[in-house]
T-cell receptor
Framework: DAGITQSPRHKVTETGTPVTLRCHQTENHRYMYWYRQDPGHGLRLIHY???????DKGEVSDGYSVSRSKTEDFLLTLESATSSQTSVYFCAAQGLDGYTFGSGTRLTVV | KQEVTQIPAALSVPEGENLVLNCSFTDSAIYNLQWFRQDPGKGLTSLLLIQSSQREQTSGRLNASLDKSSGRSTLYIAASQPGDSATYLCAVIGTAGNKLTFGGGTRVLVKP
């Protein structure tokens, strides 16, 4: 399994501020993903990466950007946080044994 | 577009009873299917991965079957325990890409 570490675990931020969430993996997996989980909507893909500097949009990418400068790190940035981005954010990596998820970041935008 | 459905949304059983959780998907062209468990406020824990060429996969008290032609997978949990209480999610990966599509989950409560 890819060891997935997300930071921070919890964050409260104000509307309009930029926020960056970090995901770190230890297994050198090529594919990494950011999902958000909301009641009534389940897990939805925000962005994903298929290699260093190679990223693409998911189904709910508006208002988010990502960067991957190293294989092990995948960053999610909320350019100007809004209340609708209050959610739990999960990072995942894909390996031979399927997907492994991090413990999540609970983000509250006030 | 792939759609994944899990019915029922919630399930309550007495301890010791076998659990049967259903997952259906609309596009049979899948690469594999994965079952996860999620405890409240926690992340997703992988339970079983079934490759498209497989019909079933087993781990301990868990058994998952896959019928691609009918677009269905079933997760069986034998002799349920209160510790099995959680939300169970199935997710499929289509052959066109590497992205997971999730079902809405089944919330399970096992009563002592």
């Amino acid at each position: 399994d890819a060891g997935i570490t997300q930071s921070p675990r919890h964050k409260v931020t104000e509307t309009g501020t930029p926020v960056t969430l970090r995901c770190h993996q230890t297994e050198n997996h090529r594919y990494m993903y950011w999902y958000r989980q909301d009641p009534g909507h389940g897990l939805r893909l925000i962005h994903y990466s298929y290699g260093v500097k190679d990223t693409d949009k998911g189904e709910v990418s508006d208002g988010y950007s990502v960067s991957r400068s190293k294989t092990e790190d995948f960053l999610l940035t909320l350019e100007s946080a809004t209340s609708s981005q209050t959610s739990v954010y999960f990072c995942a990596a894909q390996g031979l044994d399927g997907y492994t998820f991090g413990s999540g970041t609970r983000l509250t935008v006030v | 577009k792939q759609e994944v459905t899990q019915i029922p949304a919630a399930l309550s059983v007495p301890e010791g009873e076998n659990l049967v959780l259903n997952c259906s998907f609309t596009d049979s062209a899948i690469y594999n299917l994965q079952w996860f468990r999620q405890d409240p406020g926690k992340g997703l824990t992988s339970l079983l991965l079934i490759q498209s060429s497989q019909r079933e996969q087993t781990s301990g008290r868990l058994n998952a079957s896959l019928d691609k032609s009918s677009g269905r997978s079933t997760l069986y949990i034998a002799a349920s325990q209160p510790g099995d209480s959680a939300t169970y999610l199935c997710a499929v990966i289509g052959t066109a890409g590497n992205k997971l599509t999730f079902g809405g989950g089944t919330r399970v409560l096992v009563k002592p």
